[in-house]
């Protein structure tokens, strides 16, 4: 599976954005997808995961209520809805995909196999 993610840039706090991951291969249902982002200086960190059958979804704490991870198995993507972003959401988002997650590993980067190459999110004024 490759994933190449895109949609980001620069927006001013309160504003929003829609990332996209768009994968390669078969089976793109089967996959658990998640959009993880590190900050500079920051170790990467989890944001939001969805099942391969889309039902479930999971989110971190400081972005519950603002962000939205939905999928289209159709297209073989995944989207990730920003909003009322913060400074404090300037980070690279990648997004990764799995077939052997569980809930209690879903939001553990360890359990990924696959990452896109990142895309860059600056929420400045």
């Known amino acids: 599976v490759q994933l190449q993610a895109s949609g980001g840039g620069l927006v001013q706090p309160g504003g929003s954005l829609r990332l996209s991951c768009a994968a390669s291969g078969s089976s793109f249902s089967r996959y658990a997808m998640a959009w993880f982002r590190q900050a500079v200086g920051k170790e990467r960190e989890f944001v939001a995961a969805?099942?391969?059958?889309?039902?479930?979804?999971f989110y971190t704490d400081s972005v519950k209520g603002r962000f939205t991870i939905s999928r289209d198995n159709a297209k073989n993507t995944v989207y990730l809805q920003m909003n009322t972003l913060k400074p404090e959401d300037t980070a690279i988002y990648y997004c990764?995909?799995?077939?052997?997650?569980?809930?209690?590993?879903?939001?553990?980067?360890?359990?990924?196999?696959?990452w896109g190459q990142g895309t860059e999110v600056t929420v400045s004024s």
């Open positions: 990764a995909a799995s077939s052997g997650v569980i809930v209690s590993n879903i939001r553990n980067s360890q359990a990924y196999y696959y």
């Open positions: 969805i099942r391969g059958s889309g039902g479930a979804s």
